[in-house]
């Protein structure tokens, strides 16, 4: 069965470092795939898409990468600030599929 | 524009009562979801509407949860009788397509005692 594996359920870093979070699947072929942040007690906010033919995306601080060989993607935010704290959820669909999420990766920016 | 209005935001209700959640998507977008997150799991798509009409409901646990979706507006997801493991946050998505980023409402948290 399909399986969506993100890094480490918590990673702490130092403000103005470059946050990576990494986003692993396995029996799946997407055709894209989407990657949201979640505060406590609210709903996903969605951040950025990237689709099968692409390899990098980028908004703002943001990017993301999409490797269909490796079957990974990564998600970077640079000169990370306290206020990027939250969980990262990334979520892959396709045409036939539904947006399928994986658990999450709680993002901590230490002043 | 408004975002995704789910109500109630917090619902605990006895075994074998009945519960029905709503969700306003934002104006204009056919396609509406409803996704589930039970303690320590992942959140898991239940069903999407386009429009009026049922695209995929192949994620609704059982028949005890009914969804509608009145007009191709609002939407209301139904658990009767709720049973202790129907408990968690039930969250509500809109999106103008299938493949665009998905507007998730706050959710409602469901305890079921």
């Known amino acids: 069965s399909q399986k969506i594996e993100q890094n480490s359920e918590a990673l702490n870093i130092q403000e103005g470092k470059t946050a990576t979070l990494t986003c692993n699947y396995t029996n799946y072929s997407p055709a894209y795939l989407q990657w949201y942040r979640q505060d406590p007690g609210r709903g996903p906010v969605f951040l950025l898409l990237?689709?099968?033919?692409?390899k990098e995306k980028r908004k703002e601080r943001l990017k993301v990468t999409f490797d269909t060989t490796l079957k990974q993607s990564l998600f970077h935010i640079t000169a990370s600030q306290p206020a990027d704290s939250a969980t990262y959820l990334c979520a892959l669909g396709g045409s036939a599929r539904q947006l399928t999420f994986g658990s999450g990766t709680q993002l901590t920016v230490l002043p | 524009e408004a975002g995704v209005t789910q109500f109630p935001s917090h619902s605990v209700i006895e075994k074998g009562q009945t519960v029905t959640l709503r969700c306003d998507p934002i104006s204009g977008h056919d396609n509406l979801y409803w996704y589930r997150r039970v303690m320590g799991k992942e959140i898991k798509f239940l069903l999407h509407?386009?429009?009026?009409?049922?695209?995929?409901e192949s994620g609704m646990p059982n028949n005890r949860f009914l969804a509608e979706r009145t007009g191709g507006t609002y939407s209301t997801l139904k658990v009767q009788p709720a049973e202790l493991e129907d408990s968690g946050v039930y969250f509500c998505a809109s999106s103008h397509a299938r493949n665009y980023g998905y507007t998730f409402g706050s959710g409602t948290r469901l305890t079921v005692v």
């Open positions: 990237i689709r099968e033919n692409e």
């Open positions: 509407f386009v429009k009026e009409s049922k695209q995929d």
